[in-house]
């Protein structure tokens, strides 16, 4: 196994650029996504710290790697300090090719509902993963990371998301594409606001849904809730007023799943 101990290789600027985001591909840190990308996408680079080549977990994953024919360096401490963005670094890193666009795959295959959560304008790139991850967990189809909202498959929002962004479709476009991508589906369209919407257990979310969630602060701009069939509020007790974007994508996402499954025990 080839091993590197300069922080000048090539090789290692080249992961460095992907870790802060300035480069193509993405990158990946740690054995969970590194695991992650190992079933999901296609790996080229992995780096490996010498200390930790003896460890369980990480030698049975370099087997893995190593069967897949996928490039494994091993390198110094320092070298994977200066690679990693973390105050902690990881035992292993990757870069691999970014997720293929998903543009159709997030409204799922029959007979799935479409259950979509389109996130217009969210800048934190953990926001974003968290309502990735939210999703999947909540059974949704797919996410649209729309607008001026942060790279999915960038280094901040694949930690969010803990391998969620490998797995559940996730797209990207502009907010008004994206709206009418989901219109035209068949779905209903909820844009979440802070005031005098209706209630999130007021709405029928049985049917094809695509949620509407805006950014940090701002919510969403009028001129996309303008083009939504309805507009929903999260009911909160005073004083608060607002709340965190995937706390707010978890709650809606999470009503959905409880009447889709009172529904489908219902059903004769």
């Not at 360096?73 to 970014?98: E, F, G, H, N, Y």
Request: charged content about 20%; overall charge neutral.
């Amino acid at each position: 196994m080839k091993h590197i101990a300069s922080r000048q290789n090539p090789l290692i600027a080249k992961i460095r650029a992907a870790a802060r985001g300035s480069a193509d591909g993405m990158f990946l840190d740690g054995p969970h996504l590194v695991a992650e990308a190992a079933a999901h996408a296609t790996l080229r680079h992995v780096l490996v710290t010498a200390d930790a080549l003896d460890r369980d977990e990480t030698k049975t994953l370099i087997a893995r790697l190593v069967r897949q024919g996928v490039e494994v360096v091993s390198v110094s401490a320092p070298v994977m300090a200066a690679v990693t963005s973390v105050q902690s670094s990881s035992a292993i890193v990757a870069l691999a090719d970014r997720m293929p666009a998903r543009d159709d795959a997030v409204y799922g295959e029959s007979p799935s509902i479409p259950l979509v959560a389109i996130a217009c304008d969210v800048q934190d790139p953990g926001n974003v993963g968290a309502i990735i991850r939210v999703a999947e967990a909540a059974g949704a189809t797919g996410v649209v990371a729309a607008g001026h909202s942060a790279d999915p498959f960038g280094p901040k929002a694949l930690r969010g998301s803990m391998g969620s962004a490998l797995r559940l479709p996730v797209s990207t476009g502009q907010a008004g594409d994206a709206i009418r991508a989901a219109r035209a589906r068949g779905c209903i369209v909820h844009a979440a606001v802070a005031h005098d919407g209706r209630s999130i257990f007021d709405l029928d979310l049985t049917r094809p849904t695509a949620v509407l969630l805006g950014s940090e602060g701002a919510g969403l701009r009028p001129a996309l809730t303008d083009l939504a069939d309805e507009r929903f509020t999260i009911p909160m007790h005073p004083p608060v007023d607002s709340l965190n974007v995937a706390v707010a994508a978890a709650l809606v996402l999470y009503e959905a799943r409880r009447q889709r499954q009172h529904a489908a025990r219902s059903s004769p």
